[in-house]
């Protein structure tokens, strides 16, 4: 089945205590991307790569890191996760990053920074 | 800045009615629009995808029309079932050219729909 899956779903953690939410997609797709979605402010964009080594910022990168080895994983990294990274975090994929292709998205990862 | 809304916020229409969600963008330079659902501790799922030099699309139920003159797309529902009920995401593709060249979707707030039986 394509699919995009994400771990965890759900974490809660404290302040500083470094974290990884891993997306992984399987369905050869060379788009990649990280959103949040908090109430009132919608789906934002965070990071998001073109291929293999190759990525870039998007809205709201400050406080994140992503990085790109292998074709079908795009993990997030929080170096020190604070209370405003508090959100629901979404990682989509595309067959490619042009125009013409719909996003695939994860079921996403409920994040509670305390 | 791209700038996406979504008219209204929440929507709440008994079971078998036709409806409308409104969509409007601010910058008409976009490659596509799509619809999104998203239901409850879910992810989004794509309902329809409009091309830039489309004016709509249909799939079952749903039709999407697209003005990109005027910054405006409609998601029309007919027949609505309570099924329905969840929120619909509007979000458009623009370029964003920094080395490589990508796409940014910019999405809207969403409108929550009710479908009551």
């Known amino acids: 089945e394509a699919q995009v899956t994400q771990n965890p779903r759900y974490l809660i953690t404290v302040t500083g205590k470094k974290l990884t939410v891993t997306c992984s997609q399987n369905?050869?797709?060379?788009?990649m991307s990280w959103y949040r979605q908090d109430p009132g402010l919608g789906l934002r964009q965070i990071y998001y790569s073109m291929n293999v080594e190759v990525t870039d910022k998007g809205d709201v990168p400050e406080g994140y890191k992503v990085s790109r080895k292998e074709k079908r994983n795009f993990p997030l990294i929080l170096e020190s996760p604070s209370p405003n990274q508090t959100s629901l975090y979404f990682c989509?994929?595309?067959?490619?990053?042009?125009?013409?292709?719909?996003?695939?998205f994860g079921p996403g990862t409920r994040l509670l920074v305390l | 800045k791209q700038e996406v809304t979504q008219i209204p916020a929440a929507l709440s229409v008994p079971e078998g009615e036709n409806l409308v969600l409104n969509c409007s963008f601010t910058?008409?330079?976009?490659?596509?629009l799509q619809w999104f659902r998203q239901d409850p501790g879910k992810g989004l799922t794509s309902l329809l995808l409009?091309?830039?030099?489309?004016r709509e699309q249909t799939s079952g139920r749903l039709n999407a029309s697209l003005d990109k003159s005027s910054g405006r797309s409609t998601l029309y529902i007919a027949a609505s079932q309570p099924g329905d009920s969840a929120t619909y995401l509007c979000a458009v593709s623009a370029g964003r050219y920094s080395g490589a060249g990508s796409y940014q979707l910019t999405f809207g707030k969403g409108t929550k729909l009710s479908v009551i039986p």
């Open positions: 910058d008409s330079a976009i490659y596509n």
């Open positions: 369905m050869n797709h060379e788009y």
């Open positions: 409009i091309q830039s030099s489309q």
């Open positions: 989509a994929s595309a067959s490619d990053g042009r125009v013409r292709e719909t996003q695939y």
